[in-house]
């Protein structure tokens, strides 16, 4: 019976490993059935790269003003009032808890 078979037993192997790949092809980490999720990651990094972009360049502009070439008063006042913690006797402070 074993030596009928015999022959049969590469294209059976073949077949096997034709399916295997095939289904891992479909339903794998990176198959076609998982698009959707691709999609998905694709558009919140997107969303994630532009706010990253714009917190980026605010903080290029805010680095640039402070500079020596072109120092920026109102900025120099803000970080130190806020590093130091001092306030104008004018100003009105409404403390909050972290």
Do not use: C, W
Request: hydrophobic share 45%; charged share 25%; net charge positive.
């Amino acid at each position: 019976m074993l030596a009928s078979l015999r022959p049969y037993l590469s294209t059976a192997a073949l077949a096997l490993l034709i399916f295997y790949f095939g289904y891992h092809a479909f339903t794998g980490e990176g198959g076609l059935l998982q698009s959707d999720k691709r999609d998905a990651t694709l558009t919140a990094k997107a969303a994630e790269l532009k706010r990253l972009s714009a917190q980026r360049h605010d903080l290029e502009v805010r680095a640039q003003l402070l500079r020596d070439n072109s120092l920026s008063a109102d900025l120099l006042e803000e970080r130190a009032r806020s590093l130091l913690g001092f306030a104008d006797p004018r100003d009105y402070v409404i403390r909050v808890k972290p």
